[in-house]
């Protein structure tokens, strides 16, 4: 790297710290702080929405997938995520949203204890959090990978100075930060983005290599499914993103309770989801063509590292690094934002008794707290696997394979098609998933992902519904809950 790329990448920490003191301003509550009192544009929102689902994890892990199969790693990664965001506009947007307009919930879990009870709330609280930890630790390694790549910085100076950033704005501006740091990160990755469809390109002899490509690359690499990417592992991760895009990853969830209302959710998923279906692919181009541009490479998680040096000039080079430390702090401080909404609002107020009583200023000093203290822990996680191999085994088998368990009861509890499910069902659907999970990839020692995925999906949501109609614990606090989620409340008229 050169001085112009440390400096390009300096000035966006910079400006991360600068966005971080300006939300500052705008956070007097928890409210504020965890839902902006839904006061995000649609389209903001929306834009938030679509670039919290990319990390530095993107262009490690995925990146090598890429590499070495083609056009498979967008079919089962982006094109699941823009279908399922898709139907989840119509299905399950709007109705967080009014948890928050009407229920004044400000975790996605705080529902929970009226829809099932307290100990299912808990459940899914611990083990959403554990999962959410593991999970950014992958990411902290992901851009430190980078990093080394780029620069020779070592892994752990890469995920202190990383961290260190993030930790200063998130935990002042709270969501509010979170959102407009989004926002950021899809202007750098927009530039980034278009300066290496171009030079990629250019390098390859002008547009016709869009079609002439593919017969120069290795076989299969055209293939809409390849290697263990089958059609199978299409449809249930199709079914996982559903799920795990429209709130069962929780920070996605925030995002359309942070909507002026219901009906701008939904156009605020609507537009997330129109992102994710053109623009991976764009920006992925450059990735399938890599074989031809960097052949060889001994180490596939490096290629996008590889190509970008052959590419690029100086300057851009920083400002492509900089949209990787955008995505990962983008994605880090969405899922902190919930995680400390989760304790705050959740887990805390069952476990100390005195957090019940906090006066709104200390509980909004509680949840900054919390918010740091989530960092600094997956930070630590982070530094001690050293980069070992962690990225895509994280990414794909764990969060993959068990959000599903996690989710199904957090996301059909919302529907009134399954109100006959209650705390019975939730808890035996989301223990037998998990427990599945297990025996499938530790036991048996399943190597299939379509199986490590699959089954444990399955068994959660079979379970979920049959137990719902043989048992049914329908209740009228219940019932008015999931009845209170199908239109916005009435506007406020002047008298």
Do not use: C
């Amino acid at each position: 790297m050169t001085t112009l790329d440390w400096m390009i990448l300096g000035g966006y920490f910079l400006v991360m710290v600068g966005i971080g003191l300006w939300a500052k301003g705008r956070v007097h509550s928890v409210a504020d702080f965890f839902t902006a009192r839904g006061m995000i544009p649609w389209w903001l929102s929306g834009i938030s929405h679509h670039m919290s689902g990319y990390s530095a994890v993107m262009f490690v892990a995925f990146a090598a997938v890429a590499y070495n199969v083609g056009l498979a790693m967008y079919v089962w990664w982006a094109l699941t995520i823009g279908l399922g965001v898709g139907i989840g506009a119509f299905v399950f947007a709007a109705r967080w949203n009014r948890l928050r307009s009407k229920h004044g919930v400000a975790s996605p879990l705080e529902y929970l204890a009226r829809r099932y009870n307290l100990p299912t709330q808990q459940a899914l609280a611990y083990s959403g959090a554990l999962l959410k930890v593991v999970d950014i630790a992958a990411k902290w390694v992901a851009i430190a990978v980078l990093l080394r790549g780029f620069a020779g910085v070592p892994i752990v100076w890469g995920i202190l100075l990383t961290g260190a950033v993030t930790l200063v704005y998130i935990t002042l501006g709270g969501l509010w930060a979170d959102v407009l740091t989004d926002f950021g990160q899809f202007v750098i990755q927009g530039v980034a983005g278009v300066a290496m469809f171009v030079a990629f390109l250019s390098h390859l002899g002008g547009v016709s290599t869009l079609w002439t490509m593919w017969d120069e690359l290795p076989p299969g690499h055209g293939d809409w499914f390849s290697g263990p990417y089958t059609l199978t592992f299409f449809l249930a991760l199709l079914f996982i993103k559903t799920f795990e895009y429209n709130g069962g990853m929780w920070n996605l969830a925030q995002r359309y309770m942070a909507a002026p209302s219901g009906s701008a959710a939904r156009r605020s998923a609507l537009l997330s989801s129109g992102l994710w279906l053109v623009w991976p692919l764009f920006l992925f181009l450059p990735m399938f063509a890599a074989p031809l541009i960097v052949p060889g490479l001994a180490e596939p998680e490096q290629a996008y590292v590889e190509l970008a040096k052959v590419l690029l000039p100086p300057g851009l080079i920083g400002l492509v690094l900089a949209g990787f430390f955008s995505h990962t702090m983008a994605m880090v401080s969405s899922d902190a934002n919930v995680i400390s909404s989760v304790i705050t609002r959740d887990i805390a107020p069952v476990l100390v008794r005195a957090v019940r009583t906090l006066s709104e200023q200390a509980e909004l000093t509680f949840a900054r707290v919390t918010t740091f203290l989530f960092v600094v822990i997956s930070m630590v996680i982070a530094i001690s696997t050293k980069g070992q191999g962690v990225v895509l085994k994280i990414v794909i088998d764990l969060v993959a394979a068990t959000m599903g368990p996690i989710s199904i009861p957090l996301m059909l509890g919302l529907l009134p098609w399954f109100r006959r499910s209650g705390p019975t069902a939730a808890l035996v659907s989301w223990a037998a998933g998990l427990s599945v999970w297990v025996v499938v990839k530790w036991v048996l020692e399943e190597t299939s992902q379509t199986m490590v995925v699959g089954v444990p999906l399955v068994t959660s949501l079979v379970l979920y519904v049959a137990i719902g109609l043989l048992r049914p614990e329908r209740t009228p606090d219940r019932d008015d809950l999931i009845d209170s989620l199908e239109d916005d409340p009435e506007p406020v008229r002047a008298v």
